[in-house]
């Protein structure tokens, strides 16, 4: 059973808002401070969230990030076909004394 | 512009030992940590270790720490991290991620693919 869970896909048109999950657990998401990663194929990842709601410099306010106890959500309004990739979650984990990261969530713009 | 420039794609025979560098540009090393993170085809990203670019001290996955040494050359502006004892299972892309323990992985390398086949 992976640590962090988040759905595998979601989607929706342009200009909706999305919402995108990540689940945990106390020791990582209930603890600590949660970060979301962008992944455009054939690309690094890039930082859109760090600790739960703050965009770093450059990161359209489009992109916010939450958290209620042990999960996590990451919602993207005014939605854009360049959206259209992998998100990731990715929190300290206190217990495993490591980072954990989220299975990805696919983002399909219709 | 802050930039993290890593080493080129590798091929290892199992058993072998990979060594993959990050060189920084638009910031010192020794102000930051180093994290380095693997992503194998169609699997979550793993997290390998990270090292304070200042002190040198180092954290592993408890996955990987009997296999895997980060180190750093200041004068390089320079991370590592080295691999050993490679299998199949160890093929991935290798990123290497600035951190300042506020902001964790930002930015990314270009990432580097290792590949360990026979």
């Known amino acids: 059973q992976s640590v962090l869970t988040q759905s595998p896909s979601a989607s929706g048109t342009p200009g909706q808002r999305v919402t995108i999950s990540c689940s945990g657990s106390?020791?990582?998401?209930?603890?600590?401070?949660v970060s979301w990663f962008q992944r455009l194929p054939g690309t690094a990842p890039k930082l859109l969230i760090y600790f739960n709601n703050q965009r770093p410099s450059g990161v359209p306010d489009r992109f916010s990030g939450s958290k209620s106890g042990t999960s996590a959500s990451l919602a993207i309004s005014g939605l854009q076909s360049e959206d259209e990739t992998d998100y990731y979650c990715?929190?300290?984990?206190?217990?495993?004394?490591?980072?954990?990261f989220g299975g990805g969530t696919k983002l399909t713009v219709l | 512009q802050v930039q993290l420039v890593q080493s080129g794609a590798e091929v290892k025979k199992p058993g072998a030992s990979v060594k993959i560098s990050c060189t920084a540009s638009g910031y010192t090393l020794t102000s930051y940590a180093m994290q380095w993170v693997r992503q194998a085809p169609g699997q979550r990203p793993e997290w390998v270790g990270w090292i304070n670019g200042g002190d040198g001290n180092t954290k592993y996955s408890q996955k990987f720490h009997d296999r895997v040494t980060i180190t750093r050359d200041t004068s390089a502006n320079t991370a590592y991290m080295e691999l050993s004892s490679l299998r199949s299972e160890d093929t991935a892309v290798y990123y290497c991620a600035r951190d300042n323990f506020l902001i964790s992985f930002d930015p990314w390398g270009q990432g580097t693919l290792v590949t360990v086949s026979s």
């Open positions: 990715a929190v300290w984990d206190g217990s495993l004394n490591g980072w954990v």
């Open positions: 106390s020791s990582n998401i209930g603890s600590n401070p």
